[in-house]
């Protein structure tokens, strides 16, 4: 086994994941350029996955990925083929805010002949998709519909619902280029499950990392605003630094 993942990600309190889709950046000189900017960042990790890359592009981005970088990849897959050995761990994503049974269990069947010769971290995940204020494109691909945002209790019960059938993580998510992110009040409903919480979906500032990582959330996901706006990474960089320094004094 590789990378302890999951226990990275329990053991973290501000953590930070870059969210990269393959697909979105088809020529490998604009895909080196961005990982060695994450590289130079320093994120807790980098997601990778996306609602409709192909295996082509999805294993060609692992390839680079892993020979440019060391902090550690996670899959964040979209449908069963995005798996590949060059992880160090995958997101066993069971869609539980939907009642669609190719995403509670049809692709991660598709996926096991695979995975199951692969050394790398499977991580059962509670995945429950909020609504983020338009359509997303889980929403779309999957014919799911999402929890709405004022809903904390039914998103309380299928978390819990989840640790009762064995899932280690929850993950919280608007959405891909959500307009609204998860509200605090939402993250709070499950901050007391002793799962450790991931939120993504619409975070473009550092105050909203901030609101969620102090409502709770271990790893907070930004995707697309790194592909907006580059300069990020730095405000990401200090963010994290700044913490660090936060808890070597505290020490
Ligand atoms: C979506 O959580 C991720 O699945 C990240 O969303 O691209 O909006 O940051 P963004």
Do not use: W
């Amino acid at each position: 086994m590789k990378n302890n993942v999951y226990q990275k990600i329990a053991n973290e309190k501000k953590g930070i994941a870059i969210l990269i889709d393959p697909e979105k950046f088809s020529s490998v000189q604009r895909l080196t350029s961005l990982i060695n900017k994450i590289s130079a960042a320093r994120p807790n990790f980098i997601f990778v996955g996306g609602s409709t890359v192909t295996r082509k592009d999805f294993n060609q981005c692992l390839s680079l990925m892993k020979s440019l970088t060391k902090i550690p990849i996670v899959i964040f897959p979209g449908a069963a083929h995005q798996v590949s050995q060059e992880a160090d761990a995958i997101l066993f994503l069971s869609l539980l805010s939907g009642r669609n049974p190719d995403y509670l269990i049809g692709h991660h069947i598709q996926a096991v002949d695979e995975l199951e010769k692969m050394d790398i971290e499977i991580i059962p995940t509670a995945y429950l998709l909020i609504d983020g204020g338009r359509k997303s494109a889980v929403e779309y691909v999957t014919q799911t519909n999402p929890i709405p945002s004022n809903q904390p209790n039914i998103v309380r019960k299928t978390a819990l619902a989840g640790k009762y059938q064995g899932k280690k993580i929850i993950y919280l998510d608007a959405g891909s280029g959500a307009v609204d992110a998860i509200p605090k009040e939402i993250i709070k409903s499950v901050n007391n499950l002793d799962m450790p919480l991931i939120i993504g979906g619409g975070i473009r500032t550092i105050a909203s990392i901030k609101e969620a990582h102090d409502a709770g959330a271990n790893l907070v996901v930004i995707g697309n605003k790194i592909e907006d706006d580059i300069d990020f990474l730095l405000d990401i960089a200090n963010y994290s630094k700044a913490n660090l320094t936060r808890n070597e004094a505290s020490f």
